[in-house]
């Protein structure tokens, strides 16, 4: 069976290469050695994204996944994934338009909490994630429960995301941080940790991490692979 070609629409790059690499690594273990399915990746500058969601300007993030989309299908890719849960809020729209088929992040994420019986998750993004729709809404769909951080801390989480971790920068301090207020959720009532930021995972390792964690960024390459070897 030929595995269908999975297209990558990008935002940030590093979340996007740690999706990229985690479908190629971990196709090989399901494939055979050094085999996994065609992927193709298209991204626009990240700076065009951020006019578009500093202004709160959906639509406009929605036509840069779209331009992407299309050049994906170009390509030759049967359907898409988008290693960003913050461009998640125009999916709706997306859809409506799109040429291909798509897998939803925050969706697969909800499963492997379903999956894992973790009621309630502490949700961690950028602060258009965590006060968006994109993981409220499907988690209130898969009748799951989340917090979120409170204000500052969702302030000082966003300028560690976008000041470091688009960029690879790995702080001392920021991992710390990020420690202290899963800690806290901890201690709050939360049995999870959503990686809700694509680069979240580079900082916040599954063994050094207070709750278990669901990484959106290998749960969607996963989620891919899957759709990827299926009849």
């Known amino acids: 069976m030929m595995a269908k070609h999975i297209g990558i629409v990008a935002c940030s790059a590093e979340g996007a ?34 006019e578009h969601i500093y202004r709160d300007d959906w639509k406009g993030v929605a036509r840069l996944m779209l331009s992407s989309s299309k050049k994906l299908q170009a390509a030759g890719a049967d359907f898409l994934i988008s290693p960003d849960n913050t461009i998640h809020q125009s999916m709706e729209e997306v859809k409506k ?11 697969e994420v909800a499963r492997e909490a379903k999956r894992n019986k973790y009621s309630k998750s502490f949700i961690l993004g950028t602060k258009y994630l965590m006060t968006g ?5 499907t988690f209130d769909q898969f009748q799951l429960e989340y917090k979120i951080p409170d204000e500052p801390a969702r302030e000082k989480i966003d300028a560690i ?20 207020q ?20 580079l900082i916040v390792l599954p ?20 759709f990827a070897l299926s009849a």
């Not at 201690?187 to 940790?193: E, F, T």
């Not at 669901?214 to 899957?226: G, I, Y």
Request: charged share 20%; aromatic share 8%.
């Open 182 to 201: 899963i800690m806290k959720a901890r201690d709050s009532g939360c049995n999870s940790v959503v990686l809700g930021c694509t680069e979240i995972p």
């Open 133 to 137: 729709p994109v993981y409220t809404e």
């Open 207 to 226: 063994d050094e991490s207070p709750l278990p964690v669901l990484d959106s960024t290998r749960l969607l390459a996963r989620a891919a692979l899957r």
């Open 17 to 50: 290469a740690l999706c990229y690499q985690t479908i190629c690594k971990e196709g090989s273990a399901i494939m055979g050695p050094h085999a996994h399915p065609e992927v193709s990746m298209h991204t626009h500058p990240l700076s065009e994204y951020m």
């Open 97 to 107: 338009q799109s040429p291909l088929p798509w897998l939803h992040i925050a969706e």
């Open 161 to 180: 995301i976008f000041d470091e971790l688009v960029y690879g920068d790995i702080n001392h301090d920021s991992k710390k941080y990020f420690l202290e």
